[in-house]
């Protein structure tokens, strides 16, 4: 199965909540880019693929369905494609796609309105990698509400290290800054991609970029190879080209790929998964 990564549009900040997490607003978008995975019945719990540790997502996901169901042995295997620790929420995808093979395998009595709303204690992430759509994310990221998005062509690209989400909002300073999911939603919608850079903030840009000046450096690169709208995905430190054309994408990866160790060209998904399009890391 495919563990399907996302962008964020857009995160305003509004405050910090007695539990550590904080209130926002997003526009989560999901993209072509995925984890392949596998999960079968075993003897004994195991996973496939790259070092893993009791901490990884799967194996809490995994472990959060045997607190509630008892033993579930199952093997996993996974072939990694989303960057770690990139602002796509990988880790999460891989997660929730371990909470769906194994309730499937097994034929576990929850179903997706329950598992969705009741994996918010494993991240904020889970109810929305569950989700798989395209949403206004409010509250931690818990509280979905589904919006209807064209696919775009898309461009990431990543500087080889990863950002801790942590920390990223330790630092944010709290702010009311323009725009809102709401209006992104629109300017998609209507084809208006450069109309994103009047409605689409994230709060944690500022600090984050300050932190990394690659950042700056990756979006400007972006809008000089083409793009119609670029910004930082979530906590960073991914950032993203939205183009109008295939053809345009192609363009600035071939200009892109020669700077940098990790461009991606993928694309929004459409309101199908089925309709995934191309993928290519460079």
């Known amino acids: 199965m495919r563990a399907y990564g996302k962008i964020n549009v857009g995160l305003w900040v509004s405050g910090k909540r007695a ?45 959060f369905l045997e607190e509630k169901f008892g033993p579930l042995p199952v093997h996993i ?15 999460t995808a891989d997660g929730a796609a371990v909470l769906k093979a194994v309730r499937d395998l097994y034929s576990l009595p929850i179903s997706d309105d329950e598992l969705i709303p ?13 989700y798989g759509r ?5 509250g931690i990221g818990d509280k979905l509400r589904p919006v ?3 696919s775009y062509p898309l461009l990431l690209l990543n500087p080889g290290f990863a950002v801790s989400t942590k920390d990223a909002y330790a630092a944010v300073k ?23 850079k009047d409605v689409v903030a994230n709060d944690l840009y500022d600090s984050v970029a300050k932190m990394h000046p690659v950042i700056d450096e990756m979006i400007a690169d972006l809008y000089e190879a083409g793009c119609a709208f670029s910004h930082m995905s979530g ?15 192609d363009v600035a990866y071939a200009i892109l790929r020669e700077k940098y160790a990790v461009v991606i060209k993928t694309k929004i998904l459409g309101e199908e998964h089925g309709e995934t399009g191309d993928c290519h890391k460079g």
């Open 148 to 150: 209807s998005v064209p």
């Open 174 to 196: 709290l702010k009311h800054s323009d725009g809102s999911p709401e209006a992104a939603v629109e300017c998609l919608a209507s084809g208006r991609l450069e109309g994103l």
């Open 118 to 130: 009741q994996s918010a204690v494993l991240g904020a992430d889970f109810p929305y990698c569950l």
């Open 235 to 249: 906590s960073g430190p991914t950032v993203y080209g939205l183009f109008k054309k295939v053809e345009e994408r």
């Open 134 to 138: 395209a949403a206004v994310g409010e």
């Open 77 to 91: 295997r996974i072939e990694k494609n989303i960057p770690a620790g990139a602002g796509l929420a990988g880790g």
């Open 19 to 63: 539990d550590g997490y904080h209130e926002i607003k997003t526009l989560f978008l999901p993209i072509g880019l995925y984890d392949d995975i596998a999960v079968s019945k075993a003897r004994a719990f195991s996973i496939e693929g790259p070092h893993y540790s009791e901490k990884d997502l799967m194996t809490v996901a995994h472990r």
